[in-house]
C-alpha cells in the first residue's frame, strides 16, 4: 500500500440542491482512494484523478481538521449553512477504511460535526465505525445520526470476490444490528447490485429480508455503472476470471455510455423486482419523513417530499411531473409560505403539486406521499 499525505484547500462538498438520497446539502472525502478495493469502484474511473493503482495507493489530507473547522465556523462564513445531515463517507473513499485507525480524521471529523451541532449521516462498508459509537450517540442525542451500510448482496462468498478489502456482509449486518441497539437510526444501501450474479431476486430477496430483520429504518437501492476506461476494465477482468460465461450478457447492456450506465430496460427490470421485494417486506424506499421532518428548512422539506415522490412513482413505473417543480423551488431565495397565493406562477407548478406543497406547509406532511411511502 503507497500512503500520500497531502494537504487540502477544502473539504466540504456543497450540493446547492439538497440531495434527496442523503438528506444532504454538504459531504466531504478525507482520503482520496481506497484501499477497500471494491472491483466495481467507479472511484476507478479516470474521471476522479485518483493518482497511483486504484486500491493500493491512498492519499491522506491530513490537514483535513484544521480546514473543515474553519468551514464548520457559522462566523466565517457569508451564507448562512442550510440545515441538513452532514454526509460522511462516500466519493473516492471510504471514511473507516484501515488508514482511518491511525490517522483518525472521521473521528475527529464527527467531533467537530457535533461542535457545531449538525446531524450526520455516515455511509461506510467498514465495522470500524463501531469505534465512534459514543460521539455518534452524542450527535444522536442532540440532533440525529444516521449510520448506513452498503452492500452489493448479503453473500460472504461473492463478496469476497468483488468486495476483497472489507468485512464480510455477515458483519457489517452484525453492525448494523449493534447501532440499531444503541438507539441510532440505520439504513442499507443495496448499490450496486451485480447484473446477473447478485440482482438476482434471490439475492436481492435474502439483502431485504436480513434488513428487516434488523429492522432497518429504510432501503436505498441501485445498479452498477461501468465507465469505460480503468473502471470497465478492471471489472471486466474480474468478472473473466470468476464467471467467464456472463461477459456477453454485460456486453449487451453495458454499450458506449458516458456515464457508463446500462441500459435503460435493465435498470427498470431490477428496479421492479426490488420495489416488489421491498413492498413485500414493508421497508422504507427512501429514508423516511421521520428522519428529516425536524432537521430541513421548508424549501427543503417540499424538495425532498416532492423527490421522494417522483422516485417511487418511477419504481411504480409510472411518469412523474415533479423534478420541474423541483428545479424551480431549489432556485428559489424566499421561503415557500411566503408565496402559498402565487406556487402556480412557478415552472413545473400545476393545480395537484399545489395543493401537494401547501399540504407540506400546512402540516409538515403529505397524503399522497404516505400513501406511497
Ligand atoms: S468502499 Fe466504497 S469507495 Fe471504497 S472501494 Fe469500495 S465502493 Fe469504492
Redesign the pocket.
Known sequence: MTLREIEAKTILRKHKKIDSWFLSHYGMNLYRG?A???VY?D?RSEGYYVNGEFGNAVAVKVNAIEVLRRELNPRRKRTPFKRSYIMLGGG???SY?PIEEKYQLSRKALQLIHGYNFPVHVLT?STLVKRDVDILKEINKRNRAIVSFSFSSVNDEISAIF?PG?PPPSERLETLAFFKKEGIACGMFLLPVIPFITDAPKFMEDSIKRASELNLDFIIFGGMTLKVGRQKDYFLKVLRKNYPDLLVEYENIYKENKWGEATGEYYSSINQTFNSLAKKYKIPRRIPLGLYEDILSENDLVIVMLEHIDYLLKLEGKKSPYSYAVYSISQLKEPLSTMKDSLQTLKGVGKTTERIILEILETGSSSYYQKLF
Do not use: P
Open positions: 481506497c477497500h478495493n471494491c469502484c472511484g473516492v473513499g471510504d477504511q462498508k468486495e472489507v
